[in-house]
């Protein structure tokens, strides 16, 4: 089993910034890839960003491309969101997931954290 926690989400203006991190815990040496998605309200759950544990291939959802940089620190077993030019339609609860079963854009992961809220004011 793998053990995720979310942390770093919050309230920011429209233009600001935010960086979520998420810390893998227990059988990390079984870790493939580790993502993050976002759920709204009312809306189903989406892919934003993904990296490989494997080698340096880094995925983006075209909403965020040049926005957010996802990263990650295998020694740590961390895997971090940095979000940059924050827009309204950027809040939801954002979740880390990790070892997907399909490929990296769609939900099915073996492993999820909690979530964490992240609200962007206009």
């Known amino acids: 089993q793998v053990q995720l926690v979310e942390s770093g989400g919050g309230l920011v203006q429209a233009g600001g910034s935010l960086t979520l991190s998420c810390a893998a815990s227990?059988?990390?040496?079984?870790?493939?890839?580790m993502g993050w998605f976002r759920q709204a309200p009312g809306k189903e759950r989406e892919f934003v960003a993904a990296?490989?544990?494997?080698?340096?291939?880094?995925y983006y959802q075209d909403s965020v491309k040049g926005r957010f940089t996802i990263s990650r620190d295998n020694a740590k077993n961390t895997v971090n969101l940095r979000m940059n030019s924050l827009k309204p339609e950027d809040t939801a609860v954002y979740y880390c997931?990790?070892?997907?079963?399909?490929?990296?854009?769609?939900?099915?992961?073996?492993?999820w954290g909690q979530g964490t809220q992240v609200t962007v004011s206009s």
């Open positions: 997931a990790a070892n997907p079963t399909i490929n990296v854009y769609r939900t099915p992961y073996n492993y």
């Open positions: 990296v490989s544990w494997r080698n340096t291939n880094t």
């Open positions: 227990g059988r990390t040496a079984s870790i493939t890839a």
